[in-house]
């Protein structure tokens, strides 16, 4: 039994996270540039750059990230995630800061998908919070690498290649420009890829070859017991919740926004 709670961890932490997060600023920015970009269609990245020169930056922030500092698709930076940093996605969450690091180190996926890459695109910021980037992945790797969870289930390299479908991607900075949240895993087409609709975690599992619990009663139990009971990395919740995502929203991992 010592190798269950692991299981159902990873379940359900591969099961398309995301993470919800909020910010108290609503301002609204002047659009009249963007609406003029969007109405064309094109160069909205490039050009972000004559908008704002801080739009740009938490852009070149948000890829630096993405591409060289998550500890999913490379080793972490812990410099760049705010002391009270969130992660949450539909299945999995809210980690902190530590959990979310730990439950990195314990996955070990860039090592186990050494080609791994999240692909993003559309990279823009949220016109009701002017610190939030949304951006879309579609992860795509070769399962070759060292094996998974090394530490616990160790499960071994099959070769198989993940193509993920589009999933939904943000991040909300603090003034210092430091990561507070980061939410995943929210698929926006189904029927791409070759994950059957599942987004990174379940994509990931189906790759792996291990059978997926369905969301629901025996999912939460897992969960609950992984992270309250056996509380050891992969973790799907955090039991310590920086206390301003506890007055965003109570409910732990596994709400099943399939
Ligand atoms: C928005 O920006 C344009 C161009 O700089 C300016 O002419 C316009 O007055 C601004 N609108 C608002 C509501 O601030
Ligand atoms: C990722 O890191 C490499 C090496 O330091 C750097 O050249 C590249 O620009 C970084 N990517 C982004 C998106 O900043």
Redesign the pocket.
């Known amino acids: 039994m010592k190798s269950f709670a692991p299981v159902l961890v990873l379940i359900s932490f591969f099961v398309c996270e995301a993470f919800i997060a909020s910010s108290t600023s609503t301002k609204k920015r002047n659009s009249s540039i963007t609406q003029h970009r969007s109405f064309f269609g094109f160069g909205l990245d490039e050009k972000q750059a004559s908008t704002s020169t801080k739009d740009n930056s938490l852009i070149?922030k948000t890829?630096?990230i993405?591409?060289?500092k998550s500890g999913f698709y490379s080793p972490y930076d812990a410099d760049v995630f705010a002391q009270d940093f969130v992660f949450r996605g539909p299945f999995v969450g809210p980690l902190n800061k530590k959990d979310y690091l730990a439950t990195m180190d314990a996955f070990g996926i860039y090592k186990a998908f050494p080609d791994i890459s999240a692909n993003a695109w559309g990279f823009n910021i949220d016109p009701e919070n002017p610190n939030r980037v949304w951006f879309m992945v579609r992860n795509t790797g070769t399962f070759s690498g060292e094996p998974l969870i090394p530490d616990t289930l160790a499960i071994k390299p099959n070769g198989e290649e993940l193509n993920g479908c589009p999933e939904t991607f943000s991040i909300i900075f603090d003034e210092e420009e430091k990561m507070k949240y980061l939410s995943v895993g929210y698929v926006a087409d189904r029927f791409d890829g070759n994950t059957k609709g599942k987004g990174a975690a379940f994509g990931i599992f189906n790759v792996i070859g291990l059978p997926l619990p369905k969301v629901g009663p025996v999912l939460s139990f897992l969960q609950w017991f992984g992270s309250e009971v056996y509380g050891k990395p992969p973790l799907s919740y955090s039991t310590d919740v920086p206390e301003w995502w506890q007055k965003k929203s109570k409910d732990k991992s596994s709400q099943g926004f399939l």
């Open positions: 070149q890829k630096d993405i591409q060289n």
